[in-house]
């Protein structure tokens, strides 16, 4: 079945460094979801991309989606203490979500 | 006005009892999910259903046992609980496959 890698698995930085997870699909997906999830709580629905090449931001975070639609990754500048958690990828399999292992962040202050 | 709702959210118990956790979603969402969520932040679903019907049904011991009495909530029985079932199980509800995950129940078997 379909397998969404996820790396690295944990990303220690300091604050004000800048952070990239990556995610790798075995499969060519139709769309991709990010998720983030803090510390002691659930994830988070962050944003999904669809179409192949897309580029999409949210004020320091940049979300791409690779031209064969088949990787994807997330980077932040400039992170934040308020970044710390742990970012999942999650890729569409038929009616349901595969997820990726997740990187947790650990931002030092 | 939360959107997706479980109890309890923490859950410790001895081996070989039975527990369930319950959810209920006030979004009007149609399918409804279960998540087991390990150690090492590991998400694997485990359980889906759409209108209460059953649609995803992964490879998740028969000592689990979801149920859908209406299409807002979505339980799961635990049955002859074992050491390796602790872990944070998440309830979600989705229209377009957008997950919106409840608050979690942290299960601890001793």
């Known amino acids: 079945g379909q397998q969404v890698m996820q790396i690295p698995q944990y990303q220690h930085v300091q604050e004000g460094e800048d952070f990239t997870t990556y995610c790798n699909s075995s499969?060519?997906?139709?769309?991709i979801q990010w998720y983030k999830q803090r510390p002691g709580g659930h994830p988070v629905f962050l944003i999904q991309?669809?179409?192949?090449?897309e580029v999409k931001k949210q004020k320091r975070l940049t979300f791409q989606f690779g031209e064969a639609k088949k990787n994807s990754s997330l980077h932040i500048t400039a992170t934040q203490t308020t970044d710390v958690g742990t970012y999942f990828c999650?890729?569409?399999?038929?009616?349901?979500?595969?997820f990726g292992q997740g990187t947790e962040l650990s931002v030092k202050p | 006005d939360t959107a997706v709702s479980q109890t309890p959210k923490y859950l410790v118990t001895q081996m070989g009892n039975d527990k369930s956790i319950k959810c209920e979603q006030n979004?009007?969402?149609?399918?409804m999910y279960w998540y087991k969520q390990d150690s090492k932040k590991f998400l694997k679903i485990m359980f889906s259903?759409?209108?209460?019907?059953?649609?995803i049904n992964e490879t998740v011991p028969n000592r689990f046992s979801p149920k859908s009495p209406d299409k807002a909530h979505l339980n799961l029985h635990i049955n002859s609980l074992e050491l390796g079932d602790s872990a944070v199980y998440f309830c979600?509800?989705?229209?377009?496959?957008?997950?919106?995950f409840g608050p979690g129940t942290r299960l601890t078997v001793l």
């Open positions: 979600a509800s989705s229209q377009d496959l957008t997950q919106y």
């Open positions: 499969t060519t997906l139709s769309n």
């Open positions: 991309l669809v179409k192949s090449g």
């Open positions: 999650a890729g569409r399999q038929g009616g349901k979500l595969i």
């Open positions: 979004l009007g969402h149609d399918t």
């Open positions: 259903y759409n209108n209460k019907e059953l649609i």
